[in-house]
């Protein structure tokens, strides 16, 4: 196992982390849909056929309830599931045995039977997708009790935080921003980043905190950098880990510029993005000098490509919002 | 590929007795040994009484409600007696019957229906997973399980049930697909009692038997009376050899008859007349099982005393454990929603505790 830091995109960063698991935990078995031999439609599993052998890397009939029941089923029986949904909206057939069984069966047997099981999900638009492609379904999840939910922005974070779910007892639901999936950054698989239920600051600021997570915290980086031009400090905050949330961090970020907006891809209405404006309010609202800004997808079904950028949370609604923090009342 | 002959169920469901409990002529398989159809007959007993006994407690406010599988005790006790130590049962609802005569406490296993808490068993104790209520969802942890023990070079069974019903779910057809495409050692026993809550069994398939959905799947099928308990572990029996000499996953249809209301909740009387439940008060398995058992000079009149004794002393059992007052402990809300509780969860539990502090003071 390489330990150097290098440069990787995130796709080959997540790629790194199942054989890094694998071979150090002969326990943690792979499958999905075309992830064998082909390594997955986004090539997060290639080579791991091939290196592990098709029993511990391979590929499955055509259901995803078939795919995250037999999951359970390996977890009862000791070992590590890392199965991929072959897209967010295919994840769906799914939705029963995720939440009867997966985020329940700790709980419903009294904590006799855990299920380490990791569920990745690549997520979100941005990548042209045609319908059943491109959805945010995070909040589904996040909403459900007994399932842990990370998403990470960097290549870096990616490998740490699947790591650090394969080694989860408890079953993780990994969203996977697919238009961050190419783009290359620094990994130091020696250099641990921080653990699930951790925010952290990914810019720092003095004028507002943009607060965002997955596809949306790239926005909010180049927001930041746009908003720097014109003089005004943003810091931004990247929230990695959905459950557990990280209301310190978060909290203490906001308290520190008294203004803040959430930036998420998903629709609006009953989502993420509301329920960290409900947290940050009832927690900081003496700080605040203004009332927390959503900005989010519309509450519509996700556009077909030549309409998504109308969808998708750009840098220019991000300032529009951030100008509407009554600035004037200072 | 299997040719799809060999897999396809008899013609008529496996027999070993008739109505009467005479011996068939010509039966397909042999009789299991005298054995063990004592030590079945024995488990029949306890199954009735266990089904009689929640029924009362159920009655007298005890439980919150018991589906019961009175009538169907042949295939519970069958689907118990058939798997070895180290298998696995994956139980519904309406298998507490089976999850008893495979050596769990059935006052743990009436946690769940007293309204403590949801599993009230340890699954690894007994090898027997939570009794599923999300029909047929089940099937696919005993494929997974099954699996992993495969890929470990180990030969446990899963024995995994459902009802008629639960037939036309989804993961009943991922589960049996699954298992084929992987060979998994899985028995899939289907209890064709002939109702889902209200639906008869025509309004489930169109299908000449639920065996015969095996033969889609590449799955070798057969079917049995289910009320006839020497063919049910014949039957049983051979699918579990079966699955663990590799020869993948077997599906078992059992004809039997839901007796009672689907749970002591639901009206039969709105969907189903007397004069079609009738016929089957005849077939009852218990009476059948005696039947045989005494003219094959078996049951002896002290065995007879000896297995309502035991059957007694689980009712007790049951009565006792349930009347007990102990009050399930709110804390224990959010100790098992994770491994380790979130900082949330931690501030909930705080609410919580603070609040019963204050009612208390
Ligand atoms: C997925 C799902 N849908 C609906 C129900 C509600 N329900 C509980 S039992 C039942 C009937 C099941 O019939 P069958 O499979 O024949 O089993 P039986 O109750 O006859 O043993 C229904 C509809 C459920 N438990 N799970
Ligand atoms: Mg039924």
Redesign the interface.
């Known amino acids: 196992m390489a330990t150097d830091p290098t440069k990787l995109s995130m796709a080959q960063a997540l790629n790194r982390a199942l054989r890094d698991a694998m071979a150090e935990d002969g326990s943690v ?1 792979v499958f999905g849909e075309d992830v064998g031999p082909l390594g997955g439609v986004f090539r997060i599993t290639d080579g791991l056929t091939a290196e592990f052998g098709e ?1 511990r890397c391979f590929d ?2 055509l ?1 995803e ?2 795919i ?12 590590r ?1 890392v199965v991929e949904m072959q897209f967010d909206a295919f994840a769906y ?1 799914a939705f ?2 995720i939440v ?2 997966v985020a ?11 299920l380490p099981i990791v569920i990745r999900v690549p997520y979100a638009g941005g990548i042209g997708g045609v319908e059943h492609h491109c959805d945010s379904s995070e909040a589904y999840y996040a909403h459900t ?2 399932l ?1 939910v990370v998403t990470p922005s960097t290549p870096h974070d990616a490998y740490h935080l699947l790591r650090e779910s394969i080694a ?3 079953p993780v639901v990994f969203m996977e921003p697919k238009k961050l999936y190419w783009g290359k950054d620094e990994v130091d698989p020696a250099s641990p980043a921080p653990g699930i ?1 951790r925010a952290v600051v990914r810019r720092p600021g003095t004028d507002a905190t943009l607060i965002a997570y997955g596809p949306a915290v790239s926005t909010a980086l180049e927001a930041a950098d746009a908003a720097a031009q014109e003089g005004r400090s943003l810091q931004v905050v990247d929230v990695r880990s959905l ?3 990280d ?2 961090t978060v909290c203490e970020a906001v308290r520190s510029t008294g203004r803040a907006v959430v930036v998420a891809e998903a629709s609006g209405y009953a989502s993420v993005a509301s329920e960290i404006v409900a947290r940050v309010t009832e927690r900081c609202f003496h700080s605040l000098a203004a009332p927390v800004r959503r900005v989010t997808g519309f509450d519509i079904p996700f556009p077909p490509p030549k309409l998504e950028r109308f969808q998708l949370p750009g840098v220019d609604r991000v300032l529009d919002a951030v100008d509407d923090l009554q600035w004037e009342d200072q | 590929m299997a040719d799809a002959q060999d897999l396809l169920p008899s013609e008529q469901p496996v027999r070993l007795l008739d109505e009467t409990g005479r011996p068939v002529a010509g039966a397909a398989l042999p009789f299991p040994t005298a054995d063990r159809l004592l030590a079945a007959y024995a488990s029949l007993v306890v199954g009735r009484r266990v089904n009689d006994q929640a029924g009362a407690l159920v009655r007298q406010g005890r439980l919150a409600v018991y589906p019961s599988s009175h009538g169907q005790e042949a295939c519970q006790t069958g689907a118990a007696l058939a798997l070895a130590e180290g298998d696995w049962l994956f139980p519904t609802y309406r298998d507490t019957a089976a999850v008893v005569a495979r050596g769990v406490d059935p006052v743990e296993v009436l946690t769940l229906l007293k309204g403590d808490w949801h599993a009230g068993y340890d699954p690894y104790e007994h090898r027997v997973a939570p009794q599923a209520t999300p029909l047929a969802t089940q099937l696919l942890h005993a494929v997974g399980l099954a699996h992993a023990a495969r890929l470990r070079g180990e030969d446990t069974v899963a024995m995994a049930m459902c009802g008629d019903g639960a037939t036309s779910e989804g993961d009943f057809h991922e589960a049996l697909n699954f298992a084929a495409v992987f060979k998994a050692p899985v028995v899939f026993f289907v209890q064709n009692n002939e109702y889902a809550i209200s639906v008869p069994l025509a309004r489930q398939s169109a299908a000449p038997s639920l065996a015969h959905k095996g033969v889609g799947y590449g799955v070798n099928a057969e079917r049995v009376d289910g009320n006839d308990t020497p063919a049910v572990l014949a039957v049983l029996d051979r699918a579990v050899a079966a699955a663990r000499a590799g020869e993948g996953p077997q599906l078992v249809e059992a004809h039997t008859y839901r007796m009672q209301a689907h749970t002591n909740a639901d009206d039969a009387t709105r969907y189903r007349s007397d004069e079609e439940v009738g016929p089957w008060v005849a077939r009852d398995p218990l009476l059948r099982m005696e039947a045989y058992l005494k003219r094959k000079r078996l049951l002896t009149k002290a065995r007879r005393t000896e297995f309502a004794e035991r059957a007694e002393a689980v009712a007790a059992a049951m009565r006792e454990g349930v009347s007990r007052d102990a009050e399930p402990d709110p804390s224990e809300l959010f100790a098992h929603v994770f491994s380790t509780p979130t900082p949330q969860l931690r501030e909930q539990a705080a609410f919580l505790a603070d609040e019963l502090s204050r009612e208390g003071s």
Do not use: C, I, L, W
């Open positions: 078995y029993n499955t009939p259901a309830s078939g995250v029941g037999m999951a359970v089923g390996m977890a009862m029986n000791g070992m599931p057939p029963e045995q009867s069984h329940k069966t700790r709980n419903r047997t009294r904590g006799r039977v855990g009790p007994g842990t989860s007892d408890d239920g459950v557990p949330f209301d310190e």
